[in-house]
Nanobody
Framework: VQLQASGGGLVQAGGSLRLSCAAS????????MGWFRQAPGKEREFVAA????????YYADSVKGRFTISRDNAKNTVYLQMNTLKPEDTAVYYC?????????????????WGQGTEVTVSS
């Protein structure tokens, strides 16, 4: 599976962005998908994840209520809708794919990674 993230950019605090992650291959619907982010000078951290059917979603506490993860298996795409953005959301955002059930919020559980898309939130 090859992943291509897009949709990042510069936005003012309080604004919104929608990230997309397009996947190649015909097996996208069998992968659980996640979004991670890495802020300057910090380690990469979990943001959100979604089950293969879209019925289960998981969020980091820091984004719960503001971000929404979704997927369209017909389009081989996973999305991250980000609302009420804060300067501390500034980071490079990565999408990732995994087969295993466990390790929803662990980088090591994910087999495939996109290249990242940069999000900058100005105050």
């Amino acid at each position: 599976v090859q992943l291509q993230a897009s949709g990042g950019g510069l936005v003012q605090a309080g604004g919104s962005l929608r990230l997309s992650c397009a996947a190649s291959g015909r097996t996208f619907s069998t992968y659980r998908m996640g979004w991670f982010r890495q802020a300057p000078g910090k380690e990469r951290e979990f943001v959100a994840a979604i089950g293969w059917s879209g019925g289960s979603t998981y969020y980091a506490d820091s984004v719960k209520g503001r971000f929404t993860i979704s997927r369209d298996n017909a389009k081989n795409t996973v999305y991250l809708q980000m609302n009420t953005l804060k300067p501390e959301d500034t980071a490079v955002y990565y999408c990732a794919a995994r087969k295993v059930v466990w390790g929803t919020d662990r980088e090591s559980s994910y087999e495939y990674w996109g290249q990242g898309t940069e999000v900058t939130v100005s105050s």
